[in-house]
């Protein structure tokens, strides 16, 4: 079975073409993605705005273009933190399901986090692996971080800061002001407070692209390589030393990285900050960076209804 899997996340809308063998593997047919920013000012506003939603709603009917020329069987689309938040989130989707027929689920942050840990843990686990996880998705709107042991899920908590949020809040000047950053720091620190502290013994797994961005600057990337990024390993003082270097950047300076894509370069400061705190409450020593995360889960979730 051929299934087309998008995640409309707060930033960046994703989608994953997989082909799902019997036996729940999965193939990686093709993989997308497009900054559509559809978060934007919905924290403030609690809307999305007209010009945000055409925004989305193109990209929307060119993944449909896409998943229908590689003869995809289902598409299937979660809606994540924004949609959450915007009062207007029903006219959105009404209008999408009308004009592509595409119908959007809006994930809670548990459910969220649920599928994003299956997505990225099957990325490492192995079969009958009790190896502990704690997989952290840094989105646009929330930040979720899910603990568990092989594929098994034990506890999950999705907090409403993200990039994109925490941009918009504290750190809208580029590069940020001192007392701004200080500020951001102050807040990260009592937010993540209530994140667990796990220790050396779990591997701290990172999606999205804060740190799949961050992974290809440590690395050199000129151009994004998804078998180079997936896997990399990068400690907390690396992690720091890359932020040290960033936060001095203006916005044209931060885009004259190969590695930071338009869309990205505002709010990327931002999501290293959380996962500083992330990785100073949780001490974790490093994170490894996955590539995979919400659309996989969900591909992954779809599948079991079609198992033979």
Not at 164 to 180: A, D, G, I, M, Q
Not at 225 to 250: A, C, N, P, W, Y
């Amino acid at each position: 079975m051929r299934i087309s899997s998008i995640d409309i996340g707060t930033n960046t809308i994703l989608m994953l073409i997989a082909d799902i063998g019997e036996d729940g593997s999965l193939r990686t047919v093709r993989d997308e993605h497009v900054i559509a920013r559809l978060g934007r000012g919905v924290d403030a506003e609690r809307r999305i705005s007209s010009d945000t939603a055409d925004r989305a709603l193109a990209t929307l009917k060119e993944f449909k273009r896409i998943a229908e020329s590689h003869r995809s069987d289902r598409i299937i689309a979660g809606g994540t933190s924004a949609l959450r938040d915007a009062a207007n989130r029903e006219e959105f989707i009404k209008a999408v399901e009308e004009q592509t027929g595409i119908r959007i689920t809006v994930l809670t942050g548990d459910e969220e986090a649920e599928l994003t840990y299956q997505g990225a843990v099957s990325e490492f686990s192995t079969a009958g692996s009790e190896l502990g996880f704690a997989v952290l998705d840094i989105g646009g709107g929330s930040t979720e971080l899910t603990v568990g042991a092989g594929m098994a899920v034990r506890s999950r908590l999705s907090l409403d800061v993200g990039c994109v949020r925490l941009t918009e809040r504290l750190l809208r000047e580029s590069p940020p002001k001192e007392n701004h950053l200080q500020e951001a720091v102050d807040y990260l620190t009592e937010v993540a407070s209530r994140y667990p502290v796990l220790g050396l013994e779990y591997r701290l797994i990172g999606v999205a692209g804060t740190v799949t961005t961050l992974a290809a600057l440590d690395l050199g990337l000129s151009e994004y390589d998804r078998s180079k990024v997936s896997g990399h390993r990068m400690s907390q003082s690396t992690v720091q030393r890359i932020f040290d270097e960033l936060r001095t950047k203006s916005a044209e300076g931060l885009l004259s990285y190969p590695q930071i894509l338009k869309g990205r370069a505002d709010i990327l400061l931002a999501g290293v900050l959380i996962l500083l705190r992330v990785m100073e409450q949780t001490q974790v020593g490093e994170v490894i960076t996955s590539d995979r995360g919400l659309r996989y889960g969900m591909a992954m979730k779809e599948s079991l209804k079609f198992k033979v």
